[in-house]
T-cell receptor, first 112, second 112 residues
Framework: NAGVTQTPKFRVLKTGQSMTLLCAQD?????MYWYRQDPGMGLRLIHY???????AKGEVPDGYNVSRLKKQNFLLGLESAAPSQTSVYFC???????????FGQGTRLTVV | AQSVTQPDIHITVSEGASLELRCNYS??????LFWYVQSPGQGLQLLLK??????LVQGIKGFEAEFKRSQSSFNLRKPSVHWSDAAEYFC??????????FGTGTRLTVIP
């Protein structure tokens, strides 16, 4: 099983450019999450979804948008990238809240 | 507000020595507690979790953790560390509102 798959794995953007990160899971999970990981700060929740067609803000949502048009996919968009968004982004999914979350391999994004 | 504290940023142990990684949490209700491990360039993998019941939980790779409500702690232990255990370890608390709050992580170095 593939589990949670993130694309792309690496990306370099110029300030002001836009991009979309794709997360796909094949475990029929209802819950999906986007985190960012920065040195010394652990993982911080950006947005999450509790089911197809739903999204909600997490701890650090500014500058990001998300969509969950299909249950298996959760997209994270940056409309106008800023250097402060340089980070490693992780997608995760879980069957219910507070059950084990399965993580993707991460996307390393650099904004110059 | 929920929070997770991992007071040790970096720990170095000799192969074969015992290990204890500290985790303290702040949460008003009964917590769901997790330990995840992240190898370089990889996503996070669940080591173990505590939801209720026996306060000593066993996980994968020979790890265990003990939940101590009176100390608000959930420390991770391993009796004999292997070189392959070198990684970053994250403690997390399930906050009940579709979120996992992560600590800032402890990086483990294993010396031969």
């Amino acid at each position: 099983n593939a589990g949670v798959t993130q694309t792309p794995k690496f990306r370099v953007l110029k300030t002001g450019q836009s991009m979309t990160l794709l997360c796909a899971q094949d475990m029929n999970h209802e819950y999906m999450y986007w985190y960012r990981q920065d040195p010394g700060m652990g993982l911080r929740l950006i947005h999450y979804s509790v089911g197809e067609g739903t999204t909600a803000k997490g701890e650090v949502p500014d500058g990001y948008n998300v969509s969950r048009l299909k249950k298996q996919n959760f997209l994270l968009g940056l409309e106008s990238a800023a250097p402060s968004q340089t980070s490693v982004y992780f997608c995760a999914s879980s069957y219910t809240q507070n059950t084990e979350a399965f993580f993707g391999q991460g996307t390393r994004l650099t904004v110059v | 507000a929920q929070s997770v504290t991992q007071p040790d940023i970096h720990i170095t142990v000799s192969e074969g020595a015992s290990l204890e990684l500290r985790c303290n949490y702040s949460y008003g209700a009964t917590p769901y507690l997790f330990w995840y491990v992240q190898s370089p360039g990889q996503g996070l993998q669940l080591l173990l979790k505590y939801f209720s019941g026996d306060t000593l939980v066993q996980g994968i790779k020979g790890f265990e953790a003990e939940f101590k409500r009176s100390q608000s702690s959930f420390n991770l232990r391993k009796p004999s560390v292997h070189w392959s255990d070198a990684a970053e370890y994250f403690c997390a608390v399930g906050a009940g509102a579709n979120n996992l709050f992560f600590g800032t992580g402890t990086r483990l170095t294993v010396i031969p």
